[in-house]
């Protein structure tokens, strides 16, 4: 099976054709008896002629250089061109810094609640998701006002538990009056007798006390739905209605402006996804980046790759086995380690790190060669290759692709089948199997036990 995974795979590589192919280290020894180019006077000096050559020190380069301007000689700036620089590792996701800090099950409970409200039913799951790190759980007493008629939109509420009722009426216009000192920080009264100490809405657009009237109460808020959305329709609309609850009620609040945060936020993941797939898939180099508001944006084949987190130990290949389906994986951060078995120990045989392309071989029915393992937390893209997404992706980076996995498994299987440095004790044991046994140093003592045949 090992033979026959790296003759497909060395197969696939030469038939290739021209595309991306991963490239071999150039060998150290010359070509011919002769250097390929003459030494230059400050190349070994720069250490820009061999790749093995080091730099001068600092310290070493300022000595050398006082002694020569000593001496009188004049030195001659030379035109050393920069070195490129790997733009790959300049390539930063952008983090923001105003999100709820959610745990993942508190981030989970808001995602499935959100999920299931019918105002959510036709927004994007990826929206979803965003919206659901910008959410927050509050819980609010008995005889809390959300918000006043006449008010300004401000949130969004999915009430969880308990009741909050919906009035209108009582009050034409909402009161902009001040906030009772000493009562900044209270969302209810303290005393039920005091009709005239005044606090703030949850919003805080406005105030109340136990005297202002609300009208009369005309619906309950539904539980797991949103109520208070009609502000997003209309950026100048005002609440026509207020909101008090009735029972202490907990809710998940979202506010308005976080809309758009999240709207913007899936672009800029948007584009630095493309633009790191972009620089690391084979195929991709050439692909323009889309515009992600126009239909053909939604159904970018870029949407194949799925974002995903793993923790170590976890293993993306398993050496011996077929797998079902074939899975790419693109390596956005931690270690993967590739091993392979042999007899009863496992040699590690390459070790990936950000930017690396593996995962299951392209060919039909041939086990996996190695065993690909992660070291440390990973996260990295995934595309399943099944019927639909064959379909999504482009042909040609599909093939390359296929020839990129195919190149470098032939090259780790070579490096570990092929290219083996026999030691010392090997090449004992191995002429020891050839000498006759008249040349045996323990049959003969005259023998030197260190000749070999």
Request: aromatic content about 8%.
């Amino acid at each position: 099976s090992t033979f026959q995974a790296y003759y497909l795979c060395k197969l696939q590589e030469m038939t290739a054709g021209s595309g991306d192919k991963v490239k071999s280290r150039p060998s150290s020894r010359p070509t011919s008896g002769f250097r390929s180019r003459p030494m230059s006077a400050h190349a070994g000096w720069h250490g820009l002629h061999s790749p093995k050559s080091r730099p001068m020190s600092p310290a070493r380069l300022k000595k050398t250089s006082t002694r020569l301007m000593d001496s009188g000689l004049e030195l001659q700036p030379l035109d050393v061109p920069e070195a490129k620089q790997d733009d790959s590792l300049n390539l930063q996701e952008d983090h923001e810094d105003d999100h709820q800090d959610l745990s993942p099950r508190t981030h989970q409970r808001a995602l499935d609640l959100m999920r299931k409200a019918t105002f959510f039913h036709d927004k994007r799951d990826e929206l979803i998701e965003e919206l659901a790190h910008w959410s927050k759980f509050a819980t609010e007493p008995e005889g809390t006002v959300l918000f006043r008629q006449g008010d300004p939109p401000g949130n969004l509420y999915l009430p969880v538990s308990g009741d909050v009722g919906i009035f209108v009426g009582g009050d034409k216009s909402s009161p902009r009056k001040p906030v009772t000192k000493g009562c900044e920080r209270l969302k209810v009264p303290q005393a039920a007798w005091d009709l005239e100490s005044r606090v703030c809405t949850v919003e805080g657009f406005s105030t109340w006390c136990n005297a202002s009237k609300f009208g009369r109460r005309v619906a309950k808020a539904p539980r797991g739905q949103i109520f208070g959305e009609k502000g997003l329709e209309d950026g100048d609309a005002i609440r026509h209605a207020s909101a008090r609850c009735m029972a202490e009620s907990e809710l998940l609040v979202l506010h308005f402006d976080h809309l758009a945060k999240a709207q913007d936020r899936i672009k800029r993941k948007r584009n630095f996804k493309f633009e790191f797939l972009r620089r690391h898939v084979p195929g991709m180099r050439e692909e323009p980046l889309p515009d992600w508001d126009t239909a053909s944006g939604q159904s970018h084949f870029i949407n194949c790759f799925q974002r995903e987190t793993t923790f170590s130990d976890h293993t993306f290949l398993r050496q011996g086995t077929v797998e079902p389906q074939r899975i790419v994986y693109v390596l956005l951060s931690g270690t993967v380690q590739i091993t392979r078995k042999k007899s009863e120990k496992s040699e590690v045989c390459d070790e990936l790190y950000r930017g690396a392309v593996f995962g299951s071989l392209p060919h039909v029915d041939v086990p996996e060669p190695f065993t690909a393992m992660a070291v440390t937390a990973c996260e990295f893209f995934q595309l399943e290759l099944n019927k639909e997404m064959q379909e999504a992706m482009p042909e040609a980076i599909l093939d390359a692709i296929s020839r990129h996995i195919s190149a470098k498994t032939s090259q780790v299987l070579k490096k570990s089948c092929v290219d083996r440095h026999f030691g010392w004790d090997a090449q004992r044991r191995h002429c020891a199997k050839l000498r006759p046994a008249s040349a045996n140093p323990a049959k003969n003592p005259k023998l030197s036990p260190w000749i070999l045949y």
